[in-house]
């Protein structure tokens, strides 16, 4: 009985030829593990008679050297493989590709808005999302009947009676009145950030865009030191000679108020389809913080003075590398997103 299963065993494991190290690791725990066959065949040989002891002790103790030389030999030839493969590495080929990503476009523009004003001594300031009705609307002197407010315009999360709405901020001028109403003047900011409005999704327009606005208070902060700001802003944006133009505008949180045009950056005045032929562009809205705005921050506006502005960044992104789609801003296609310059660090 054991003699027939010994046989068959030995041609088993003559027969063994693993494809693989997981295979060889199988074998030796069905022959050499601890509850292996070989274990077993030792248990079973306790108990044939003595006589038969004499040839089965052989047998069985062959078979045993059998099984572990066949699992060590075939051990060594998977050692020596992964080795062989090891050395021929060569090291003297080049490398893989590894994919580098892109700035998004509104992380570049963002980033050179940044850098331009920080040149000019104004901080960065952040603010949520997520705003109360007094830090997007009443505090910047929107009067509660105010178009702004509507449903139509404005994401509200909880709409009450106007003086506890909660709503996704439609502008980042609500840092604006934060900033003023945790510090002291002289306040000189720049507010980048995403900001939401009810709008359907087209190429023209989006719920969701991004916008950097900024605010300088001080004594004597007056109009031309605005247009100053600004004219140097433009200049280091897209490049000296580009000229501006100041049209008068309503803003409920700035008075006087202002829209201000850049000669267009695509065909620098001539003419052509991004100006629709007019020569300018429009880029931000500006003014001098009206005195209510102060009051409602806790600023003495008999003291101080100052002047705001806000500006889109997709229409600054738009400008400069001639994106005709909002939508494209959002997509992540990496198609349109590996055209721009990469960053390496
Ligand atoms: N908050 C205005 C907007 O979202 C922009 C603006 C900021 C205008 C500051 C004037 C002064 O359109």
Redesign the pocket.
Known sequence: MMQDQIDQYTAEINAFSPANADELETFRIKFLGTKGIIKDLFEQFKTVSSEEKRTFGKVLNQFKQLAEAKHQDLQESFKSEVENSKSEIDLTLPGDNFQVGSRHPLSLVRNEIIDIFKRLGFTVAEGPEIEDDWHNFSALNFPEEHPARDMQDTFFIKKNNGKDDIALR????SV?VRMMENGKPPFRAIMPGR?YRNEAISARAHCFFH?V??LYIDENVSFADLKQTLYHFVQELYGEGTKVRFRPSY?P??EP?AEMDVSCTICKGSGCNMCKYSGWVEI????MVDPNVLENCGIDSKVYTGF????GMERIANLKYVIRDLRLFSENDERFLKQFQTEII
């Open positions: 439609t502008h980042t001028s604006q900001v916008q606005e900024g803003f949180f700035t108020s931000l809205g500006c003014g705001a502005f806000g500006m």
